[in-house]
């Protein structure tokens, strides 16, 4: 027996796609024993009668037609962690799943939703269909994908990324910041069409660094060609606004930007609040290093489709300076209240934990870290009062930021430690560099699957009934236009 788990371990950290992983992952779940622990109910981490009493609720209701009950159930009872079912450690006994009862509980809403959506009732007519999805799915909330920075290392991204898409779990709302800004823009600029081929090694442009000089940093210019950068991304990026993007790919992209002041806030742009600024722009501002990179002026299209600069008395800078991963705008403008975090930032990986949902590291580490952190802050205070200099104050800020941004979300995709990996965060990268980092990305990003598509299978199946009806609905105006023409005719 620990001869065969030894072998497929060896076959887990050696498969080279998602489907090797999950049939080595599954055979060893059997063999270890975790099999038998998803069948049994119990568990110290959910209240699993809670969640026995809403399946047969649920279920009792839709197996006898009681279409006011199962409204009724499914619009007073649905939340994402209802009894603690997305408790990571529910995760942490097999390799593939958790809970048979938590599978079968989110399988049996997602039915019910279908069956009410697909099925015309008298007592539930099309406006009533529309509302309940609509409020019940807004309070339910949605998952957001958020892309940290990282330089060169944030090529991790694609893979994660990847991965999510191939298995049709990929967030219709995803955020970047700086190296993240690019992987996202390249996910809303190239609908499902044309992902697959953009995200091999082969096809994304590599050239981002060249080297002005790095005595420029004493003297206060850049030390990296911002135009250099500039035409890498104008390799990897189509010319789109954020709202072209969106109807092109559907994909709502957020791009977080800093001002090059000192001491304002952040900026997140997106479809919404700054619809026609070109995505390419606000990816280039994304990634603006202040003493590194020049800082950008960004761009928009007018009324009349021309190219503008955009508030053109302010340039902007790196935005995981202020607001790495924008959870609680995304939560204002999406409902996002749920998070999946792809986070490279080498300054922040080393601290992540690989288990138990990508935590900080251990409690005694952590309390001492808080503290460092602390006395850390009160001194860049006082160096921030006294700094004349605009780019060295924004590189304090930067350092401030650090110490008291939140790095982690719901659900964490980190990459595996390496000893000074923060050495080619500012390197171009070989093709065979991006394809290990994708890899490492893909691989990173399997164990998380399941989990994943467990805790998000209520909000897609809110969404693909609402896309569905928002179908019929158009199909029953445009009838009803046809009828009152041949009427007036």
């Known amino acids: 027996m620990k001869r065969a788990l030894k072998q497929l371990d060896a076959a887990i950290a050696h498969a080279s796609t998602y489907q090797e ?8 779940d059997r063999l270890s024993g975790a099999e038998q622990w998803k069948e049994i109910d119990r568990a110290p981490y959910y209240d699993y009668e809670l969640i026995r009493n809403r399946l047969g609720q649920i279920r009792q209701a839709r197996e006898r037609h009681d279409v006011n009950k199962l409204v009724f159930h499914l619009h007073e009872g649905l939340h994402g962690n209802l009894g603690n079912i997305s408790n990571p450690a529910l995760y942490s006994h097999s390799r593939v799943g958790t809970k048979t009862l938590v599978t079968r509980y989110l399988n049996e809403v997602c039915q019910s939703l279908d069956y009410l959506c697909d099925n015309e009732f008298e007592e539930f007519p099309l406006k009533e269909k529309l509302d309940f999805f609509q409020t019940t799915g807004h309070a339910y909330g949605q998952t957001g994908l958020m892309l940290s920075g990282g330089a060169a290392l944030g090529l991790f991204h694609i893979g994660a990324a990847n991965t999510l898409w191939e298995q049709g779990l ?14 996202a823009a390249v996910l809303g600029t190239h609908d499902d069409s044309e992902l697959k081929a953009k995200l091999q090694p082969e096809n994304i442009y590599l050239e981002a660094f060249k080297a002005i000089g790095w005595t420029g ?14 035409s890498c991304l104008e390799e990897n990026i189509p010319d789109l606004t954020f709202e072209e993007a969106y109807q092109k790919t559907g994909r709502e992209i957020n791009i977080t930007v800093s001002p090059y002041d000192r001491h304002q806030h952040s900026r997140l742009l997106n479809r919404r609040t700054s619809p026609n600024v070109l995505i390419r722009k606000a990816s280039l501002a994304s990634c603006a290093i202040p003493g590194i990179y020049p800082p950008v002026t960004l761009w928009a299209k007018n009324i009349d489709g021309e190219k503008v600069p955009y508030i053109p008395s302010r340039k902007w800078v790196d935005g995981s300076i202020k607001n790495d991963l924008p959870v609680h705008r995304l939560a204002r403008l999406y409902g996002v209240n749920h998070s999946i975090v792809s986070q490279t930032n080498p300054h922040i990986v080393p601290f992540l934990s690989r288990k138990g949902g990508g935590r900080l590291i251990p409690a005694m580490a ?12 009160y001194i860049i205070n006082i160096a921030q009062r006294q700094v004349k200099s605009n780019d060295l104050g924004l590189v304090l800020d930067k350092i401030e930021s650090i110490l ?19 050495m080619r965060a500012l390197t171009n990268p070989t093709v065979a560099d991006v394809r290990d980092f994708i890899q490492s990305g893909e691989k990173a990003s399997w164990p998380k699957v399941e989990m994943i598509r467990n805790t998000t299978c209520i909000s897609r199946a809110f969404r693909s009934c609402l896309q569905r009806l928002d179908r019929i609905e158009t199909e029953q105006l445009r009838h009803l236009r046809l009828v009152g023409k041949d009427q007036s005719a």
Request: glycine share 8%; proline share 7%.
């Open 21 to 28: 992983w999950y049939e080595a992952s599954l055979e060893h």
């Open 170 to 183: 990929l967030p219709t709302v995803i955020s970047g910041s700086s190296a993240g800004s690019i992987i």
């Open 217 to 230: 940093l004493v003297r206060g210019r850049p030390v990296l060609d911002g135009n250099y950068l500039e």
């Open 404 to 422: 008291r941004q939140k790095y982690i979300g719901d659900i964490n995709l980190i990459p595996p430690r390496q000893p000074l990996s923060f």
């Open 366 to 377: 952590n309390l001492a870290l808080r503290n460092v952190t602390m006395n850390s802050r």
